[in-house]
């Protein structure tokens, strides 16, 4: 199980300026809802957006200390 404070740590330290939002799907800790909201996604596709998210949270998911992660990512409005 990983820590939200730690996923939220390692989502700022590739996006600075993420405005960033946790939620365990099923109380374990591995199952995940998280909304990204980063001015640095701004003229990327969609895929490029969780790519950048999915490799902020490599070590996590590598482990399985993430098993599940359902992602929304947008820009600021």
């Known amino acids: 199980m990983v820590k939200p404070e730690d996923i939220n ?3 700022l330290r590739a996006l600075p300026d993420a405005k960033v939002s946790i939620q365990d799907l099923n ?3 591995d199952h ?3 909304d990204v909201i980063s001015s640095e996604f ?3 596709s969609l895929v490029r957006q969780h ?3 999915y ?3 490599k070590n ?3 482990s399985e ?3 599940a992660l359902a992602l929304n990512t947008s820009t600021p409005n």
């Open 32 to 34: 995940l809802q998280v």
């Open 42 to 44: 701004a003229g990327l």
């Open 60 to 62: 996590e998911l590598a």
């Open 65 to 67: 200390a993430i098993h």
């Open 55 to 57: 490799g902020a949270l």
């Open 51 to 53: 790519q950048l998210v």
């Open 27 to 29: 109380g374990g800790g």
């Open 9 to 11: 740590a390692a989502i």
